[in-house]
Antibody
Framework: QITLKESGPTLVKPTQTLTLTCTFS??????????VAWIRQAPGKALEWLAV???????RYRPSLKNRLRISRDIAKTQVVLTMTNMDPVDTATYYC???????????WGQGAMVTVSS | SYVLTQPPSVSVAPGQTATITCGGD??????VYWYQQKPGQAPVMVIY???DRPSGIPERFSGSNSGNPATLTVARVEPGDEADYYC???????????FGGGSKLIVL
């Protein structure tokens, strides 16, 4: 069974750095073609892709947020970590991690982690 | 940057067929993916590679990308199909995943 689960703080202050961890099981991020992505959704808004890391350790970022994002992986711990610097109230959202499967689509998603940015 | 356009809502009576559109520049040249999201839940993939269904997704869900817009069709709509539906592509030009704005399927 393939599962992913997000963990991290529920509340961060403006200007702080957010660190979210995606712990997954049931697949290996070393498998050719696979990846793990981060996607967020502000309350009542659409899905917004943030970043993806691939089986070969390559990565891609949302261009508008590239300077604030960093994605990394720990194969042994089966974890993918996303850091986002200089948090702002507009970054308040549910943050999902998801497995990148075929093409550039996401077949399995975590339950999501709600992050509020407020002083 | 690349934009995917979806109608905010689509309404349909139970048992009827719902069609949700997803428009984008030269979308036929891209693979389109569709997700269903029910309130308070994570999205679920319902269509990949334009028209393929993941295992466990009913045959009532079908996709097409033979013209602009791409479409998601839900046949014999049930009350449980009421949800937000998002289309998604990979835009090689900007090197990023793009989601549409989402369409709420309302079952009357």
């Amino acid at each position: 069974q393939i599962t992913l689960k997000e963990s991290g703080p529920t509340l961060v202050k403006p200007t702080q750095t957010l660190t979210l961890t995606c712990t997954f099981s049931g697949f290996s991020l070393s498998t050719n073609g696979l990846g793990v992505a981060w996607i967020r959704q502000a309350p009542g808004k659409a899905l917004e892709w943030l970043a993806v890391i691939y089986w070969d350790d390559d990565n891609r970022y949302r261009p508008s947020l590239k300077n604030r994002l960093r994605i990394s992986r720990d194969i042994a711990k089966t974890q993918v970590v996303l850091t986002m610097t200089n948090m702002d109230p507009v970054d308040t959202a549910t943050y999902y991690c998801a497995r990148r499967f075929v093409g550039d689509a996401f077949d399995i998603w975590g339950q999501g982690a709600m992050v509020t940015v407020s002083s | 940057s690349y934009v995917l356009t979806q109608p905010p809502s689509v309404s349909v009576a139970p048992g009827q067929t719902a069609t949700i559109t997803c428009g984008g520049d030269n979308i036929r040249s891209k693979s389109v993916y569709w997700y269903q999201q029910k309130p308070g839940q994570a999205p679920v993939m319902v269509i990949y590679y334009d028209s393929d269904r993941p295992s466990g997704i009913p045959e009532r869900f079908s996709g097409s990308n033979s013209g602009n817009p791409a479409t998601l069709t839900v046949a014999r709509v049930e009350p449980g199909d009421e949800a937000d539906y998002y289309c998604q592509v990979w835009d090689s030009g900007s090197g990023q995943v793009v989601f549409g704005g989402g369409s709420k399927l309302i079952v009357l």
